[in-house]
């Protein structure tokens, strides 16, 4: 019934930007933390950047200064809009949605299915 769909990537040259949109569906968009996770070949996922219901931006440090994400309840969308783009970035990037309880753990958590970010000349 919940549905995140991620769209905006592809590829990028060095310097560049991208903007990507995470649509969700099937849930109460505005009562979830909103997250965009990144997993690189090879590697482990990671953690870029995530907003909290009340719309509190956080990024990770390798990407402090480069990414802004956003959410726009209205229309059940977040997103996360890339600039200074460097081959280090390439990788999957997912849509994450979760709520969190008072004891800190995570409730009712999807997925998106992913969308690939290439960076290179």
């Known amino acids: 019934q919940v549905q995140l769909v991620e769209s905006g990537g592809g590829l990028v040259q060095p310097g560049g930007s991208l903007r990507l949109s995470c649509a969700a569906s099937g849930m109460i968009f505005s009562l979830y933390v909103m997250a965009w996770y990144r997993q690189a070949p090879g590697k482990q996922r990671e953690l870029v950047a995530f907003?909290?219901?009340?719309?509190?931006?956080n990024v990770a440090d390798s990407v402090k200064g480069r990414f802004t994400i956003s959410r726009d309840n209205a229309k059940n969308t977040m997103y996360v809009q890339m600039n200074s783009l460097k081959p280090e970035d390439t990788a999957v990037y997912y849509c994450?949605?979760?709520?969190?309880?008072?004891?800190?753990?995570?409730?009712?958590?999807?997925w998106g299915q992913g969308t690939q970010v290439t960076v290179s000349s």
């Open positions: 907003i909290t219901s009340g719309g509190t931006p």
């Open positions: 994450n949605a979760h709520q969190l309880r008072a004891t800190g753990r995570r409730q009712n958590e999807y």
